[in-house]
């Protein structure tokens, strides 16, 4: 008996359903996962509350697919999604749990694709529609969508779509489909407007309490810098370098500030992109699939631009921009130690924002350790060593003979030169411009005119407080 059989089966799901876990590497069930299944199964309402990466997506995709009817060519299974990436996502992973329910179809509506190409999908008589609010309203107005037969609903990150301004529009959607029907809402946080939602149009809803992903993942290293002494753009850089990570995801709050740090990153080398709301949807879909299969290293992201981001390979969230309340620092970090991988975060913290990383502290009853900038001698410690890596992949390479031939002509025939000068010359030119030694300034160490930049501007916030 397989893990999956071992672990899922019991939960009462069916074969087909079970064989497509086992293709996607699935051995055992989410708490979320093992509380909501049997009851959604079931055909109760399920209110959940869990943070992003606690396998939600699986919790009520699996249940609903599995009471599917392949045979009636109509939705019977509705997802909201606050934004398009967590409609693509969601809808990308019913496909993969469907991939053995014969005659089984999925489409995903979100604004900013064709409405061609979303009638065309709709013809075909999806089963499962994942959707965002606004693109879902549209279709219904325009009665290109039909919900008549609707028995599953499910509100996946509810929370955020009250804060992006979609509940009216959620609403609307709920008054449009049939009484009878099974609800399920996940939400991070339960606010009272969500409170309203859950008591108007939920039936008795079963309740699943998830703590949060901090709390439960113990492989996410949490540490802080203060900004102080250097520009946050060089700091990001040199963290970086000290880091050994597979992805990252870089956290500001502005559309600006992904373009700017994008820019700087790319200037030191790093395979590295923004994702902002202002991109159109095919370079965003585009950026999106060049991180996940590896060919970028780094995102620079805002919090919405990145909602329902689901990547195993990120290794180091980097808030560069400190979040403003802690539910977000807590989503944040969730981007990374998943699939039982270990995680880093990183926290720009400048003198001003010590409250709030306080708050983070207190709300999430954790100490966050601080960390000092990385020093010149481990920067160059990390460059020497990655140098000497690329010279003993050379040293093993086969064509290094050719190579060997040509020294005698690189040798000035003027004059004798040792092998050991020729060499450093070749070092230095092969290393560019990017020294491999850094000079030596003390990590304590702040420049005058930064200092005078930190007093005005500690100053400035006294005077705002003692004005207040």
């Known amino acids: 008996m397989s893990k999956v059989e071992k672990y899922f089966s019991d939960l009462g799901l069916k074969a087909h359903i079970l064989n497509a876990l086992a293709d996607l590497g699935y051995e055992k069930p989410s708490p979320i996962q093992s509380a909501c299944i049997p ?17 939600k997506t699986a919790a009520f995709s699996l249940p609903l ?71 879902l309203l549209d279709h219904l107005k325009r009665g290109t969508l039909n919900l008549s037969k609707l028995n599953g609903l499910v509100l996946d990150e509810a929370d955020e779509m009250l804060r992006m301004g979609f509940i ?17 809402l996940f939400s ?34 949490q540490c802080y810098w203060i900004v102080q002494g250097i520009r946050k753009n060089e700091a990001l850089a040199r963290f970086l370098e000290a880091e050994d990570f597979d992805a990252a995801i870089i956290f500001v709050r502005t559309k600006n500030a992904t373009l700017e740090v994008a ?64 539910e977000s620092y807590v989503h944040r970090i969730g981007r990374t130690g998943r ?27 954790l100490t966050i350790k601080e960390v000092k900038l990385p020093t010149a001698e481990i920067l160059s410690s990390r460059r020497l060593a990655k140098f000497a890596d690329k010279v003993q992949n050379q040293l093993e390479s086969n064509d290094l003979n050719m190579y060997r031939a040509l020294l005698a002509k690189l040798q000035p025939a003027a004059e004798e030169l040792d092998m050991e000068t020729l060499a450093a010359a070749l070092l230095k030119m092969a290393q560019g411009e990017r020294p491999l030694i850094l000079p030596q300034v003390p990590n304590n160490k702040v420049p005058n005119n930064i200092k005078r930049r930190i007093l005005r501007r500690n100053l400035i916030d006294r005077s705002r407080g003692s004005r207040r």
């Open 339 to 365: 699939a039982g991988r270990a995680g880093r975060a990183l926290l720009f913290v400048e003198n001003r924002e010590r409250r709030l990383l306080r708050n983070i502290e207190r709300m999430t009853k």
């Open 188 to 221: 991070a946080t339960m606010p009272e407007v969500i409170r309203r939602i859950t008591r108007r149009f939920m039936n008795n809803p079963y309740e699943v309490r998830i703590q949060s992903s901090i709390k439960n993942c113990p492989d996410i290293s």
């Open 65 to 135: 697919l599995n009471n599917i009817n392949p045979e009636l060519a109509v939705p019977q299974m509705l997802v909201l999604a606050p934004t398009r990436e967590l409609a693509v996502q969601v809808g990308d992973a019913c496909t993969d749990f469907a991939k053995h329910i014969k005659g089984v179809n999925i489409v995903s509506l979100y604004g900013g694709q064709r409405y061609d190409l979303q009638l065309r999908a709709l013809r075909y008589g999806p089963q499962v529609v994942v959707g965002t609010p606004g693109r």
């Open 263 to 326: 820019e700087a990153l790319e200037k030191n080398g790093y395979n590295s992109a923004a994702l902002n709301g202002d991109m159109n949807q095919n370079l965003r879909e585009q950026t999106l699939d060049r991180f996940k299969n590896g060919r970028l290293d780094i995102l620079i992201a805002t919090d919405v631009a990145a909602r329902g981001l689901d990547v195993d390979r990120i290794s180091l969230v980097v808030n560069y921009d400190i979040p403003l309340d802690y």
């Open 39 to 55: 009851h959604l199964l079931a055909g109760r309402d399920v209110l959940g509350m869990a943070q992003t990466g606690s396998g």
């Open 168 to 184: 009216e529009d959620v609403e609307n959607i709920l008054s449009k489909i049939p009484a009878k029907h099974q609800t399920a």
